[in-house]
């Protein structure tokens, strides 16, 4: 019995420290995405170590941003109190499909009919970004909130991002497209990343994508690209996307 209390009185202790190590970050971030973002990668949490922030990886192999858009509907992608204290929300949801694409766009959010399924990814992005311009807006209204009574309601900092290489040659020039289209900052792993799919090793004879991927790969319009790059905080591209993603959000993050 004693031992067990002991165990109990240690594990809230744990839980209690890193409670408070979080609050001491000076920032926090989400990150919505699949298979490329979810935790078992790890570019997004060294990203956040050296950014000094709370990551939240809410990144589920499989999703897609139908997905993202169903539980954001189902207040399951955040919670209220995790929307006050955010400083971004990070898009990383990939599929080579035009998101920026108008056929089916809603003016409000209020309007598109859920949940999504996968037949217009350009329509559940343009519901996720809506909402969440909507609900961080409407903070002014909620007596509750540190933004009450602000003209702007909580600032909004949303970011798209890329595929993690340039084969992706319809979602990576729609995703920039939108990135236009909002004024929302974009992670160019694609054009940060090392390597181009005009150009094959010159001694592998394969694309350069294919050499970081352990042979997981997939074709696209022909060619054989590297598909999902090998997992780990240790390997080289988790580290250099860590990097891309770094660069680009000390440029849009408030100093503090």
Avoid at 59 to 84: C, F, Q, R, T, W
Avoid at 92 to 103: E, Q, R, S, W, Y
Avoid at 159 to 165: A, D, E, F, Q, R
Avoid at 205 to 229: A, C, M, R
């Amino acid at each position: 019995m004693k031992k067990t209390a002991l165990v109990f009185v240690l594990l809230l202790a744990v839980l209690n420290s890193y409670s408070q190590i979080s609050e001491n970050k000076k920032y926090k971030i989400l990150l919505t995405g699949a298979s490329f973002a979810n935790d078992r990668n790890g570019w997004f949490e060294l990203g956040c170590e050296t950014l000094d922030a709370t990551p939240l990886n809410r990144a589920v192999p499989g999703h897609a941003i139908a997905d993202a858009a169903n539980m954001m509907n189902e207040g399951k992608l955040y919670s209220k109190e995790e929307l006050e204290d955010l400083d971004a929300l990070v898009i990383m949801h990939v599929h080579n499909k035009n998101v920026a694409d108008t056929v089916g766009l809603k003016k409000n959010y209020t309007e598109y009919k859920t949940p999504f399924d996968r037949s217009n990814y350009a329509a559940a992005y343009d519901y996720v970004i809506k909402r969440y311009i909507s609900e961080c807006y409407n903070l002014k209204f909620d007596k509750s909130s540190k933004f009450f009574g602000t003209e702007s309601g909580k600032p909004v900092v949303i970011i798209l991002s890329t595929h993690w290489h340039d084969g992706r040659t319809v979602f990576n020039p729609a995703i920039r497209q939108l990135s236009e289209k909002w004024g929302f900052p974009l992670i160019e792993f694609d054009k940060y990343i090392g390597f181009s799919k005009s150009q094959v090793h010159p001694v592998a004879g394969k694309q350069f994508s294919v050499l970081y991927t352990n042979n997981n790969t997939e074709e696209i319009d022909g060619t054989v690209f590297g598909w999902h790059p090998l997992e780990g905080k240790d390997k080289y591209i988790q580290q250099r996307m860590a990097a891309i993603f770094v660069d680009l959000m000390k440029k849009v993050l408030p100093l503090r």
